[in-house]
């Protein structure tokens, strides 16, 4: 059996790619500081609990566990907070990935799949967003994705370490009976705090309603959880039958504003939202939309949950259980 460390497993994307692991027949290692993690995501599995800066744990770990391959997830996320303490985001996310990648060096493990971000875009110039477009982070969690992106690269030509970078939209759903879902603290993804201000009866500030889009919101390309677990396995596969580094979009091609999002909500839900606009968080984009032919085109991979119906409705399954 392959084992698989999977650094930020107990979080949102990874507990989920953990349990999609296991029934694909791989045994994920989770390696989580439990700071934003929850071990009650990954009661099923092998935690070692540690910060991937704590470089004599990771060799340990990948020695006794026989790892024959890396997933990592663990990053701080928000986007607003990196921009009010850009410092957290560049030793957390680069420095960390960092320790990672030279304790890989020195143990012999070549292969990693890394969890990057449509971020590293910025204000694209065309939509849909290619692989290859410029990129301009509009704040340092985007600009601490790429950093690692380019760290990987030279990485690879010195140290044959071969990575599959997924630069993923939005994120969001649940494991599809509400039993794995997001869990954030604080949480600033529009779905969750949508629905946690439908269950319990409060206000949702909407941030912003004069961005370049069609109706003054945001518009983004929202991409299933479990759809965004099974593209991580797919990568990882590639890898380990001897497959050469690349990056991929992981979206599915298709934008929706957050008052469509709205709109989604009170579908599901049956209840209202009571909407109070706000100012706009610093950093954000108008529109981020996936070009994911690349991705679709190599593994023969389309999208399976990720109609909007079903991304709430999995959602609000979860949320409405907490």
């Keep these: 059996m392959n084992n698989i460390l999977v650094t930020g497993g107990a979080g949102y994307i990874g507990s989920i790619t953990c349990k999609l692991l296991a029934q694909k027949g791989f045994r994920p290692i989770i390696f989580d500081s439990l700071e934003k993690g929850h071990r009650s995501s990954v009661n099923d599995f092998k935690l070692v609990k540690g910060?991937?800066?704590?470089?004599?744990?990771?060799?340990?770990?990948?020695?006794?566990?026989?790892?024959?391959?890396?997933?990592?997830?663990?990053?701080?996320?928000?986007?607003?907070?990196?921009?009010?303490?850009?410092?957290?985001?560049?030793?957390?996310?680069?420095?960390?990935?960092?320790?990672?990648?030279?304790?890989?060096a020195k143990s012999g493990l070549d292969k990693i799949i890394f969890s990057s971000t449509a971020g590293v875009y910025g204000n694209p110039k065309k939509l849909p967003i290619s692989e290859n477009d410029p990129k301009n982070p509009t704040n340092p969690y985007g600009e601490s994705k790429l950093m690692v992106e380019r760290l990987l690269s030279w990485y690879d030509k010195i140290f044959g370490i071969k990575s599959i970078c997924l630069r993923y939209f939005n994120a969001c759903g649940a494991w599809e009976d509400g039993s794995l879902g997001e869990d954030h603290d604080p949480e600033t993804h529009l779905i969750p705090n949508l629905l946690k201000a439908v269950i319990y009866d409060r206000e949702f500030i909407l941030n912003g309603n004069d961005y370049q889009t069609r109706d003054g919101t945001c518009v983004r390309d929202y991409i299933h959880v479990v759809d965004l677990a099974e593209a991580h396995i797919l990568a990882l596969q590639s890898l380990l039958t001897g497959d050469k580094s690349d990056i991929f979009n992981i979206g599915t091609a298709k934008g929706f504003s957050n008052l469509e999002i709205i709109s989604m909500v009170e579908k599901v839900t049956g209840k209202k939202v009571k909407l109070k606009t706000g100012p706009r968080r610093p950093g954000d984009a108008n529109v981020l939309i996936a070009d994911n032919g690349k991705f679709c085109r190599k593994f023969s991979w389309q999208p399976q949950y990720s109609d909007p119906e079903n991304i709430v409705r999995t959602a609000y399954l979860w949320h409405k259980e907490r």
Excluded at 57 to 68: D, M, P, S, V
């Design 51 to 104: 910060k991937i800066q704590d470089r004599e744990l990771l060799a340990k770990t990948i020695r006794e566990e026989n790892i024959k391959a890396v997933i990592h997830f663990a990053a701080y996320i928000q986007m607003g907070e990196s921009m009010a303490k850009p410092g957290k985001y560049f030793q957390n996310n680069f420095e960390g990935s960092l320790s990672l990648l030279e304790i890989m």
